[in-house]
């Protein structure tokens, strides 16, 4: 007699260090055309193994006992999603109206809209990215776990349950990526250093299931800003398999860390040691130090303490200047965690900011920085993020915060003091010319001087929107 949400899927609700997620492997796939009934009995197989919140609590009760008993060995713990494009709905002749103009028209229909760069110098628009995005992508399968053994299992028998390598084979690989949290103590952090995941929703109604609110003092929101057809989902006839069901939109995000650093390196805050300095900067560009703590509450040092205080570390506003958000002597307007939650920004002059709430379960890909790279200032290998968030509505979430956020150098709104805050430093951008490139509020001694942030340390390679079906729906409408 569970909840129905007891049985939505495992990616929505559980928090990074819910489950010991170390490695996830992101199989993107193309349906053959001409093998479609056989994608949905491959798929019809898949499906009991698809994990569900009931199934990792299980998990992780499992795990308690063993602690309590001495055992203190990791479970081979693992989870499956699968989620859909618009190209993979229609071929499996999926056809109602999903109520989603963004995901309908597809990623690449929207580079130039999100400000990714052309790779055409004159003439029509062509995004910078890696070719397998530039296919058709129907779907994606994305497998998490323990270790790269646990997660090559899975793998394995997926390409097995779609008859991969075989002549029954209901779909093909058009690239497969693999992520994994970083070593050491860099874990949980990405690659500029800074701890990440740390700001994410809680859905109303969820506090039953401990765990999955991850215990983070955090304002709830509708369960319909994250799931389809749930209270609070604006968007009214919508197909009924679609219940529960969450936009996902996956960004291949390549990190220029070397840059970043020699950035932060050549710009350091003046009036303290020039390390000091740098920190300062690269926190001030955050919104947070590296630990996680805010620096609207830790405005000068880092306080890992804080950092590590899942009761203190979201519970701020913005308002700690105490002065009508109208100066950055702690944060500045344009800090990436400000761009993409104001809170107080918005919130205090009527405008609610929950629309545009989305839940990110990224990882990072790639290597460390090596010595060279590090002596050289120039990267070498590729690494960043695998960004994905899920919303119930792509223009209201990941499209609204880059775009009309990030993007918009006038964001936030109602800053009398500067002539405009400026790019997110972190993510903004605009195709093709950097030249507005800049923010205010990076010194707190001189708030209205501009900072040239050079090219972006952020570079896209591509990505697409998807559809993730619930249980039900994956039985009901896609494998039948
Ligand atoms: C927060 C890094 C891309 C949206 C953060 C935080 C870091 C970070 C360090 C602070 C930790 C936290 O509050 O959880 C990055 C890096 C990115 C990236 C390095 C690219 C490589 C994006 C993108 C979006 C985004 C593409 C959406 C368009 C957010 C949001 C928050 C956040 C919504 C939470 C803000 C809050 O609630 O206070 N990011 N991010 N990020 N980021 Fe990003």
């Given at each position: 007699?569970f909840h129905p ?7 929505y609700?559980l928090h990074l260090?819910g ?5 996830q492997t992101?199989l ?5 055309a ?8 491959h798929?019809?197989?898949l ?10 609590k299980?998990d992780?009760?499992?795990i ?8 203190n ?14 190209k ?5 002749g999926?056809?109602?109206?999903i109520g ?5 028209a ?8 999100l400000?990714?760069k052309n790779k ?12 397998a995005f ?8 994305l ?6 053994t ?5 793998i394995?028998?997926?390409e097995?349950l779609?008859r991969m ?10 690239i ?5 949290v ?13 701890l990440?995941?740390i ?21 709830t929101?509708?369960?319909g ?7 609070g989902?604006?968007v ?7 219940l529960?069901?969450?936009f996902?939109?996956?960004?291949y ?6 840059e ?6 050549a ?6 040691p020039a390390?000091?300095?740098s920190?300062l900067?690269?926190?001030?560009l955050?919104?947070?130090w ?7 509450l830790?405005p000068?040092k880092d ?8 009761q203190?570390?979201?519970d701020?506003r ?12 702690r944060c500045?307007?344009a800090a ?11 919130e205090?002059h009527?405008?609610p ?15 460390e ?5 590090a002596?050289?200032g120039?990267?070498a290998q590729g690494?960043?993020l695998?960004?994905a ?8 979430g ?8 990030a993007?918009?150098v006038n ?5 009398t003091?500067?002539a ?8 903004g ?8 490139r ?6 707190p001694?001189s708030?209205?001087t501009?900072l ?13 929107y998807?559809f993730?079906?619930s249980?039900s729906a ?6 039948t």
């Amino acid at each position: 007699n569970f909840h129905p949400i007891f049985f939505l899927k495992l990616p929505y609700l559980l928090h990074l260090a819910g489950l010991p997620k170390k490695t996830q492997t992101y199989l993107f796939f193309q349906i053959h055309a001409n093998n479609v009934d056989a994608f949905r009995t491959h798929l019809a197989q898949l499906v009991p193994h698809i994990t569900t919140i009931a199934q990792v609590k299980a998990d992780l009760d499992q795990i308690a006992k063993n602690k309590q008993s001495g055992d203190n060995q990791l479970l081979k713990l693992s989870g499956i999603n699968i989620a859909f494009s618009q190209k993979g709905l229609t071929l499996l002749g999926i056809t109602d109206a999903i109520g989603d103009d963004v995901f309908k028209a597809g990623m690449l229909a929207d580079a130039k809209n999100l400000g990714d760069k052309n790779k055409n110098s004159s003439g029509t628009f062509a995004p910078d990215w890696d070719p397998a995005f530039l296919e058709d992508i129907h779907g994606l399968i994305l497998v998490s776990g323990d270790s790269h053994t646990t997660v090559s299992k899975q793998i394995n028998h997926i390409e097995h349950l779609f008859r991969m390598n075989g002549k029954n084979a209901s779909i093909h690989k058009v690239i497969s990526i693999v992520g994994d949290v970083r070593p050491g103590e860099e874990k949980g952090h990405e690659h500029f250093g800074f701890l990440d995941g740390i700001s994410q929703p809680t859905l109303d109604g969820l506090t039953e299931f401990e765990p999955f609110p991850n215990g983070e003092k955090v304002p709830t929101i509708a369960q319909g800003v994250t799931l389809v057809g749930r209270p609070g989902d604006k968007v009214t006839n919508r197909p009924s398999w679609a219940l529960d069901g969450s936009f996902l939109s996956f960004r291949y995000l390549f990190q220029l860390v070397p840059e970043f650093n020699s950035f932060l390196q050549a710009n350091p805050i003046p009036g303290m040691p020039a390390a000091e300095g740098s920190e300062l900067l690269g926190a001030r560009l955050v919104g947070r130090w590296k630990s996680g703590a805010p620096v609207d509450l830790a405005p000068l040092k880092d306080n890992p303490t804080l950092g590590a205080d899942t009761q203190e570390r979201n519970d701020f506003r913005y308002t700690a200047d105490n002065n009508d958000q109208q100066t950055q002597d702690r944060c500045p307007f344009a800090a990436h965690t400000r761009k993409t939650n104001p809170r107080a920004d918005l919130e205090d002059h009527g405008i609610p900011t929950d629309p545009q709430r989305i839940i990110r379960r990224g990882i990072q890909f790639g290597p460390e920085v090596s010595a060279g790279e590090a002596a050289s200032g120039k990267t070498a290998q590729g690494r960043g993020l695998l960004f994905a968030c899920y919303q119930s509505n792509i223009a209201n979430g990941f499209q609204f915060i880059q775009t009309k956020w990030a993007n918009n150098v006038n964001f936030p709104p109602f800053k009398t003091a500067v002539a405009a805050p400026g790019f997110d430093p972190i993510i903004g951008q605009e195709n093709n010319d950097n030249s507005l490139r800049t923010m205010e509020g990076t010194n707190p001694a001189s708030q209205g001087t501009a900072l040239s942030l050079s090219a972006e340390w952020v570079v896209p390679k591509g990505g697409e929107y998807f559809f993730s079906p619930s249980i039900s729906a994956l039985k009901g409408t896609f494998a039948t």
